[in-house]
T-cell receptor, first 114, second 114 residues
Framework: KNEVEQSPQNLTAQEGEFITINCSYS?????LHWLQQHPGGGIVSLFM???GKKKHGRLIATINIQEKHSSLHITASHPRDSAVYIC????????????????FGKGTLLTVNP | NAGVTQTPKFRILKIGQSMTLQCTQD?????MYWYRQDPGMGLKLIYY???????DKGEVPNGYNVSRSTTEDFPLRLELAAPSQTSVYFC?????????????FGPGTRLTVT
């Protein structure tokens, strides 16, 4: 079983819809990252969070550390949001400290149709 | 700032050939990473470095070598290329302070071994 599971694997939406992508993990973490990868393109970091909620424009990321779960929401989706969204976690070290290495989920392919 | 740059963007190798993937960052990051991304799989860490002169293996180091002679450069060497090394390779870098562990990715190198 992967340490980081994302759902759904694929998601198709109509422009304007509210999008939710989920990420569950099985280890103690010091932080969780959401990343975006456009087709044929590089990878961009969207959020890094260790508690609560962060918002940037139409993107909102939330995390529940007790439930080991995070969600990425996109409000008023647009075709330019079409991309692969990747969840990655930073596992805690044995001493409970912060690990700089990431464990990645397989990604969620989002397609937003006009 | 150019951020993280990688060369080449694309490369086709024959089985048994060798090559070096170049990675340079201009953000004065101490930490650098090499990942490979296979279709339908999450990013896997090949090697990482926490500073000039210091490198260590990640999850999938076999068939690869790295060096870190300067803070800026972190080349990845493939010796005796094999079809299993067909993948997209990403270099990334980050600060060494936990609150700033957000990783910055290069544009990737698409490698095919035939």
């Amino acid at each position: 079983k992967n340490e980081v599971e994302q759902s759904p694997q694929n998601l198709t939406a109509q422009e304007g819809e509210f999008i939710t992508i989920n990420c569950s993990y099985s280890v103690g973490i010091s932080a969780l990252h959401w990343l975006q990868q456009h087709p044929g393109g590089g990878i961009v970091s969207l959020f890094m969070l260790s508690s609560g909620k962060k918002k940037h424009g139409r993107l909102i990321a939330t995390i529940n550390i007790q439930e080991k779960h995070s969600s990425l929401h996109i409000t008023a989706s647009h075709p330019r949001d079409s991309a692969v969204y990747i969840c990655a976690v930073r596992p805690q070290t044995n001493s409970g400290g912060s690990n700089y290495k990431l464990t990645f989920g397989k990604g969620t392919l989002l397609t937003v149709n006009p | 700032n150019a951020g993280v740059t990688q060369t080449p963007k694309f490369r086709i190798l024959k089985i048994g050939q060798s090559m070096t993937l170049q990675c340079t960052q201009d953000m004065n990051h101490n930490y650098m990473y090499w990942y490979r991304q296979d279709p339908g799989m999450g990013l896997k860490l090949i090697y990482y470095s926490v500073g000039a002169g210091i490198t260590d293996k990640g999850e999938v180091p076999n068939g690869y070598n790295v060096s870190r002679s300067t803070t800026e450069d972190f080349p990845l060497r493939l010796e005796l290329a094999a079809p299993s090394q067909t993948s997209v390779y990403f270099c990334a870098s980050s600060y060494s302070i936990p609150a700033y562990y957000e990783q910055y990715f290069g544009p990737g190198t698409r490698l095919t071994v035939t």
